[in-house]
């Protein structure tokens, strides 16, 4: 089980780190642009699996406002 939970870790954190680094620093709310778009839809899911395994998502700070912001959206 130790394993399976840091290669999870690795495989998740890795993919976190290649959509941070795409990202525009001007990034906030949105993953492209100033709206929502499939990136931001694919996004939110993506940080609750990296939640649930553990990654520290204090690396991604791009990735952490947006997710913010995208939960704070009515459905």
Not at 13 to 20: I, N, Q, R, T, Y
Request: charged share 20%; net charge negative; aromatic share 6%.
């Amino acid at each position: 089980e130790t394993q399976r939970t840091q290669a999870a870790k690795k495989v998740i954190s890795e993919g976190l780190k290649a959509v941070e680094a795409l990202l525009p620093s001007t990034a906030v709310k949105y993953c492209v642009g100033e709206a929502l778009s499939i990136a931001d839809l694919v996004l939110v899911p993506q940080v609750y699996n990296a939640i649930r395994w553990g990654v520290n998502m204090e690396e991604f700070p791009k990735i952490n406002s947006i997710h913010n912001h995208l939960i704070s959206l009515d459905p």
